[in-house]
């Protein structure tokens, strides 16, 4: 461990780091790789990421690590060698962007002001007309039937073909179902089904989470976005402020959805933003007294159950796994204590700060940890003020009060100070919804990831892959074929490493032990990517 702790300061004190949130250039034809080690055998698609890499227009700058403009990056596998290919998504945000040499479109922390060649008079009107919602699709890309979408958490999802990496066309959601947007985190089924939760307007202008079913490929060929249907709906604790949602728990037969005290302020956002030139950042705040709402739905049929679970304020981006156990849904998730927002903290002039700086500001923000809650499905035979969770292997617990209301206290299964586990993957094919053991992470060091991890969430048993001045991407998790364990397989993930002769690489580690299986590496700089999958 010493030798981990001595390697942490090494890693990021050189500032390479700074590297991962610079513009690059797009590649015209896809780039050999130099291989070390050996490719395995089954490795013969494509690994597919998603994350900024335009971080400036002209002399404009975009202001936070979710604003720069989607690049589409694939690595290739064939016959044991490896080819790197990146392409920036043609958006209506990027697209306009390059034309006019200046932010068009508003992004998450970056205003766009309007055309400053036009007159007085058709700026003024322009600031009334509302401001255009960004289909800037950075932060994943998933199959919809036979197709595949780049997305982000607006209702624009851009349908792009994972060979060429071409952009094909812009899909609003809106027309298809009442939804204001949806998560870059949806579920899908062996079959193809898709799953997503987004917020939308329900009965009475009043606010609602809204479960999306999209179904798989269809016979007819048709496409299977025009049948999407609102599975459930969850009602808003604020009638005017939905929370923040990045992603949602799924079982077997249930949806867990976390409704944490970080709030997006509709009427801001609505009205005041395109007077004033905010940006979405402005329009985010936190209910400090409301703590964490955590809901649960029956699957199918879609049914809201109307039990009050209630937990100590936390901010939430990913669900890590959910399964049904003994009458009990246990779901495992990245937490950040507290109510403050953590993208407060991703402003890219704090990322790109030296590193004193980084830590510093880091020291300021919520606590990581990773979490197991435990939700109770019959609760009406139980006195209240007694632990309702008789799961033997966990210290979650459940407790009603005398107005009905339960609540949860976590048991944390990986906790490190400044030392966050995030982006979590798991052998999301065989166990996504069942009863687990591992997770795979990026570990954030004062929010620079600088480590690959993994974590037995039975034992907290945790490994970490890690070398000085490199900076890894989200571990994708592919099985071994013949694999009978649930942990026989590797990790796939990007590494930046500025600092070497060929400064970036893609690295596949062993996911029994993080040992290393093979390199690939290439003569580019490569950003930070933030999700993707691996298409076989």
């Known amino acids: 461990m010493e030798f981990l702790r001595d390697l942490k300061t090494h890693t990021v004190n050189s500032g390479g780091y700074r590297k991962i949130f610079e513009t690059c250039e797009e590649l015209s034809e896809p780039l050999p790789a130099t291989v070390t080690g050996r490719i395995p055998s089954f490795l013969k698609g494509s690994l597919l990421r998603l994350g900024p890499g335009l971080f400036e227009v002209g002399d404009e700058p975009f202001y936070h690590l979710f604003d720069g403009q989607a690049l589409m990056h694939k690595f290739d596998f064939k016959n044991g060698q490896v080819t790197y290919y990146r392409k920036f998504v043609r958006t209506d945000a990027y697209v306009r962007a390059i034309t006019e040499k200046r932010v068009v479109i508003t992004e998450f922390g970056t205003f766009a002001y309007p055309d400053p060649c036009k007159n007085i008079f058709s700026r003024f009107f322009s600031y009334f ?8 699709c950075l932060v994943n890309v998933y199959p919809v039937g036979e197709d595949f979408y780049a997305v982000t958490e607006t209702n624009y999802i851009t349908k792009v073909n994972p060979d ?24 899908i089924e062996s079959d193809g089904t898709v799953y997503n939760i987004g917020n939308c307007m329900g009965k009475g202008a009043t ?37 923040y949602v990045h992603s949602f728990g799924m079982s077997e037969n249930y949806f867990v959805f976390v409704e944490t005290p970080v709030k997006i302020n509709l009427l801001k956002f609505l009205s005041a933003w395109s007077i004033r030139g905010s940006n979405y950042m402005d ?52 937490a950040w204590k507290g109510f403050e927002f953590v993208y407060n903290y991703l ?51 459940a407790v009603m009060h005398a107005d009905g209301m339960i609540w949860l206290e976590p048991e944390v299964l990986f906790s490190g100070p400044r030392q966050a586990f995030e982006f979590p993957q798991i052998n999301y094919n065989r166990y996504g919804g069942k009863n687990y053991t591992y997770t795979y992470g990026l570990g954030l060091n004062h929010f620079i990831p600088d480590r690959i991890c993994k974590l037995n969430v039975k034992t907290k048993e945790t490994w970490v892959w890690q070398e000085p001045d490199s900076y890894p991407s989200e571990p994708l998790f592919v099985q071994t074929p013949d694999g009978i364990d649930e942990d ?30 093979a390199r690939a590496e290439v003569e580019c700089n490569i950003p930070v990517t933030f999700h993707g999958m691996y298409k076989s």
Not at 129 to 136: C, L, R, Y
Not at 347 to 366: G, H, I, S, Y
């Open 488 to 517: 026989d397989g590797v990790l796939l993930t990007i590494v930046a490493a500025p600092g070497s002769q060929r400064p970036a690489y893609l690295l596949i580690l062993n996911a029994k032990d993080l040992s290393e299986v």
């Open 347 to 397: 402003w890219l002039a704090n990322l790109r700060a030296n590193w004193e700086e980084v830590k510093k500001a880091a020291m300021m923000a919520p606590q990581p940890e990773v979490r197991r809650y435990v939700i109770p499905l019959d609760v009406h035979k139980e006195e209240q003020g007694k632990n309702l969770v008789s799961l033997p292997y966990t210290t979650a617990t």
């Open 129 to 136: 007309k509302g401001v255009e919602v960004t289909d800037n």
């Open 207 to 243: 606010l609602a989470y809204n479960i999306v079913r999209i179904p798989p490929t269809q016979k007819d060929k048709s496409d299977p976005i025009e049948k999407s249907k609102v599975v459930v709906q969850f009602p808003s604790a604020e009638r005017f402020k939905p929370s």
């Open 283 to 334: 329009c985010f705040e936190s209910n400090e007294g409301q703590g964490t709402l955590f809901h649960i739905a029956k699957k199918d049929p879609g049914e809201y159950i109307d039990l009050k679970f209630k937990g100590a304020p936390i901010g939430m981006f990913h669900h890590i796994n959910t399964y049904e156990d003994q009458g009990f849904i246990v779901f495992d998730l990245c």
């Open 164 to 187: 060429t990496l071409e952009t094909l066309k812009k899909v609003d959601m809106c027309n298809y179902i009442n939804i204001n947007g949806v998560t870059a985190h949806p579920h």
